[in-house]
């Protein structure tokens, strides 16, 4: 199993980050909180520049990469969105060329984004492993370097914001945090860990993209495909080894929420906070309103890992009903 980062390191990420990222807000807010019967904190990381916790990562990795490997004038990556933000931003910051590849169908509201930055953007196969594989194969045609998903250096920049909320708000009970591939789960749990505090961690999921559950469950790697029509940013088929051994290391528990939830999530959030939350970001909130009951009395916390909705789900959220 691989480290997490130390106090120290998670300090210096800090330090690198600073100058191109506040302290993201950690609020209470009482129309959110309503009815649930705890006490609610929302950390939002739909603040930061890219409206998603990734630029922290992408962020400390690329000056990792520029400091060992000077060379090397590009990079490529796969996502759907979240994570080729982080690392436009971070390669246009460091002078280098910066290759994104999306699946098809892809939000394209993020899409613009990216291209924004300065990336250039190629759509390739149906689902995020083809994108990835197509990656792979384009970094080695064309001397990139092929930035992953998942990687230490992403998890000591991610860390940041677990360490911005223990600081926060001081004997947090619980927190809730979705699951994509497993950088933002094992971030708060680096934190958690580097200051020695017994806060419990739960992991969250789309019901539709439930790969991290099954293998929590089963305590192996499991792949299975996802068909979460919301939450993209945590479709995940196949699991990364290393983070799924923190997350069945680390995890009180993974709770699955549906696509309907997810949307259900994203207009109370417009609603109550007047800011927005894209359908993963919604996800951690949407598991404590499914699951209040056992958490009554408690102080709980809830990341909101990004604001980058398509203006089709906001459609969609904005025009759901209240029961």
Same mark, same amino acid.
């Given at each position: 199993m691989g480290v997490l980062p130390s106090l120290s390191e998670i300090e210096a990420a800090e330090a690198l980050i600073r100058p191109h990222i506040r302290e993201t807000p950690m609020y209470r807010w009482p129309l959110l909180e309503k009815g649930l019967g705890c006490e609610l904190w929302l950390k939002h990381e739909n603040h930061t520049p890219v409206g998603a916790f990734k630029i922290r990562g992408g962020l400390v990795y690329m000056d990792e990469f520029r400091r060992r490997e000077p060379e090397v004038k590009g990079v490529i990556a796969a996502t759907t969105g979240n994570h080729g933000q982080s690392i436009a931003y971070a390669a246009r910051l460091n002078g280098l060329r910066a290759v994104i590849v999306v699946p098809h169908g892809n939000n394209p509201e993020k899409n613009a984004a990216m291209r924004s930055l300065g990336a250039e953007l190629i759509e390739h196969g149906n689902e995020f492993q &083809?994108?990835?594989?197509?990656? +792979? *194969? =384009?970094?080695? !045609?064309?001397? =990139?370097?092929? @930035?992953?998903?998942?990687?230490?250096?992403? @998890? +000591?920049? #991610?860390?940041?914001?677990?360490? &911005?909320?223990? +600081?926060? #708000?001081? $004997?947090? *009970?619980? /927190?809730? #945090?979705?699951?994509? =591939?497993?950088?933002?789960?094992?971030?708060i749990a680096a934190a958690r860990e580097a200051l020695g505090l017994k806060t419990k961690i739960i992991g969250v999921v789309s019901e539709h993209a439930p790969a991290y559950a099954l293998s929590f469950e089963k305590g192996s790697l499991i792949t299975q495909s996802s068909t979460t029509t919301v939450a993209e940013g945590v479709a995940c088929k196949t699991p990364n080894a290393e983070a799924l051994e923190h997350v /069945?290391?680390?995890? $009180?528990?993974?709770?699955?929420?549906?696509? &309907? %939830?997810? @949307? $259900?999530? #994203? +207009? %109370?959030?417009? !609603?109550?906070?007047?800011?927005i939350a894209e359908g993963a970001g919604a996800l951690a909130y949407a598991a404590l309103k499914k699951e209040a009951r056992r958490f009554q009395g408690q102080r709980v916390a809830c990341v909101l890992s990004g604001g980058n909705a398509s203006m089709a789900l906001l459609s969609r959220a904005l025009g759901a009903k209240r029961e």
């Open positions: &083809e994108a990835l594989e197509f990656s +792979r *194969d =384009l970094a080695a !045609q064309e001397g =990139l370097h092929a @930035v992953p998903s998942f990687h230490p250096w992403l @998890v +000591r920049g #991610v860390a940041t914001y677990g360490l &911005e909320m223990f +600081r926060s #708000v001081a $004997d947090l *009970d619980t /927190i809730f #945090v979705s699951i994509g =591939l497993g950088s933002g789960f094992c971030g /069945i290391r680390h995890a $009180d528990e993974i709770i699955r929420v549906t696509d &309907e %939830e997810a @949307v $259900d999530a #994203v +207009r %109370e959030i417009i !609603q109550t906070t007047h800011t």
